[in-house]
C-alpha cells in the first residue's frame, strides 16, 4: 500500500492492514505457570476477560493490596467478550512475597451487585484438587469446567482466602466494583455477607471459555495504559475503548475474543513502583501468554512523555526521547512478530490542558504520531489522535468526548475510539 493511500485511511481514523500474518497456534509460555495443569490445550481455550497484574500499591487511596487478605472471601465481577460452555480462570501472584493459598473457588453467572444467578455456582478445582497454592511470582489456571456462558454476560468469579495472603498481586483500575466477606462465602448466592467493596481487582487475571464457536486464532489484544485501562470511563458500565469494540463484533454476530492489557499510568520505556514494569518486558508475560491472539492494538507512550514532570503519581520518572520511545515501539512490534501476532499502532490522543501539556513535551507527541502514522514499522495503523480531537484545536480532545481532565475520554470519546477500527480489516 502506498504511502498517500495509507495518509487517506488514517484520516477516516480507520484501520489500513498492510499486512497478512498466517495463522497458527500460539504456544502456552510454560515459565510462570505453577503446574502442567495451566498449559493451554492445543489452542482450544479462548481469552473472555483479562487484566494486567501489579504490585501491591495504593497511590489514590486506600485499596486491599497492601494488607492483603486473611478468613476472607473475594467476589468480583467480569465481563466476557465471547462465550462457551467451558471456562476456567488464571490468577497471579506474580508480585508475592511468598506462596499463595487459594482454599477453593467457584465460578458463577452474575445478577446483581455481589448475588450470583441460582443454580450457576460451580466450584473449580486446579490439578482436579479443589484448593491450590500459587508460588511467588507464579501464576496458575484452574481446570476448566462446564460453564455455559454468553458473549457479553457478566461473570462472578469468588475467591476464598483462609490463610494469610500478604501483600496482594492486583489491577489497580478495575473501573468496577469487587467485594469482601469475612469467612467462607464461596457458594453463596446471595451478596448479603459481603460488606466491603473495593474499585480493584485481586489475583484474577484471567478467565477463559472454550466450546460453543470453531477454534480460531482471532483474538485481539488492547495493550497500553490508562487510556486502554478505561480511566475516565463511566464505573461499573463496561465503556472502556475495547469493551466498546467486543461490542460492535457481537453487533455484527461475529463475538470475538478482546482482551484489556492496560496499566493505569504504564510507560514503554520506564518501570514504575505502582504503575506496573515497563511495557517491552511486560508484553512478553501479559501479551504473548494469552491464547489464540492475531492482532494486538498497542496505544502507549502518553506517560512516557510526561512522567519526567512533577505532576506523575510517586514522583518523576527519567526523560525519555522520541528516538527512545520509538526503539521502545519498535521493540514491541519485534515481539509481536516474532509470535506471528499482527501489530497495529494506536496514535497517542491528545493532552492540551492536561497536566502533562506543555510545548516541548507536544512535540514530542506530535513527532511520535507522525511516526506511527508514516514509518510503516506497525502493520497497520488506527488514528486514534484525530479520531477524538476537536478539530478547532487539534491538539486538545474535543470536549464532548473529555472526561474532564483533557487527557483521558470519557464514555462518549472511548465509543469514538472503537469506531475507528474497521471490523473487517481486523
Known amino acids: 500500500m502506498s504511502t498517500s493511500s495509507t495518509s487517506r485511511t488514517v484520516k477516516r481514523a480507520g484501520v489500513a492492514l498492510l499486512a497478512t500474518i ?42 486491599w493490596s497492601p494488607q492483603g487478605f486473611a478468613n476472607h472471601t473475594v467476589r468480583q465481577v467480569v465481563r466476557v467478550t465471547t462465550g462457551g460452555t467451558k471456562a476456567r480462570i488464571e490468577l497471579s501472584n506474580r508480585y508475592g512475597t511468598g506462596p499463595l493459598r487459594i482454599t477453593g473457588a467457584t465460578v458463577a453467572l452474575t445478577d446483581e451487585g455481589a448475588s450470583v444467578k441460582a443454580g450457576t455456582v460451580r466450584p473449580l478445582t486446579f490439578g482436579t484438587h479443589r484448593s491450590a497454592t500459587i508460588p511467588a511470582g507464579r501464576t496458575l489456571s484452574s481446570d476448566g469446567v462446564p460453564f455455559k456462558v454468553d458473549a457479553l454476560q457478566s461473570v462472578t468469579v469468588t475467591l476464598y482466602l483462609a490463610d494469610p495472603t ?29 460488606k466491603e ?46 469493551d466498546e469494540l467486543a461490542e460492535r463484533f457481537a453487533a455484527a454476530g461475529k463475538p470475538r475474543s478482546v482482551l484489556n492489557h492496560g496499566i493505569g499510568g504504564n510507560q514503554v520505556t520506564n518501570d514504575t513502583t505502582w504503575a506496573g514494569e515497563k511495557g517491552i518486558e511486560r508484553f512478553k508475560k501479559d501479551v504473548l501468554t494469552e491464547p489464540g491472539v492475531r492482532t494486538v492494538v498497542v496505544l502507549e507512550g502518553i506517560n512516557d512523555i510526561g512522567g519526567s514532570g512533577p505532576s506523575f503519581p510517586g514522583g518523576p520518572t527519567p526523560v525519555v526521547s522520541v528516538e527512545k520511545l520509538i526503539e521502545g515501539h519498535r521493540t514491541l512490534i519485534r515481539q509481536a512478530h516474532a509470535k506471528g501476532i499482527k501489530a497495529v499502532g494506536a496514535t497517542l490522543t491528545p493532552m492540551k490542558g492536561s497536566f502533562y501539556y506543555s510545548p516541548e513535551n507536544e512535540a514530542k507527541r506530535d513527532a511520535v504520531n507522525e511516526w506511527i502514522r508514516t514509518s510503516g514499522a506497525y502493520d497497520a495503523v488506527v488514528d486514534f489522535d484525530r479520531a477524538v480531537a476537536d478539530p478547532k484545536d487539534p491538539d486538545a480532545l474535543l470536549p464532548a468526548y473529555d472526561s474532564g481532565d483533557h487527557l483521558h475520554p470519557g464514555d462518549a470519546g472511548f465509543r469514538v475510539m472503537a469506531e475507528a477500527l474497521d471490523l473487517d480489516e481486523l
Do not use: C, K, M
Open 22 to 63: 498466517a495463522l497458527g497456534t500460539l504456544p502456552f509460555a510454560a515459565s510462570g505457570t505453577a503446574s502442567a495443569a495451566a498449559a493451554h490445550n492445543g489452542g482450544a481455550w479462548r481469552g473472555g476477560w483479562a487484566a494486567s497484574p501489579q504490585s501491591p500499591a495504593a497511590p489514590f487511596g486506600a485499596n
Open 166 to 194: 500478604g501483600p496482594a498481586t492486583f489491577h489497580h483500575f478495575a473501573s468496577a466494583t469487587s467485594y469482601r466477606a469475612d469467612g467462607d462465602h464461596r457458594a453463596d448466592r446471595d451478596g448479603a455477607a459481603f
Open 197 to 242: 467493596s473495593s474499585g480493584s481487582w485481586y489475583f484474577l487475571t484471567g478467565v477463559e471459555v472454550s466450546g460453543g464457536q470453531p477454534n480460531r486464532r482471532d483474538g485481539i489484544v488492547t495493550f497500553g495504559d490508562s487510556i486502554t485501562d478505561g480511566v475516565g470511563s463511566t464505573a461499573g458500565t463496561d465503556n472502556r475503548y475495547p
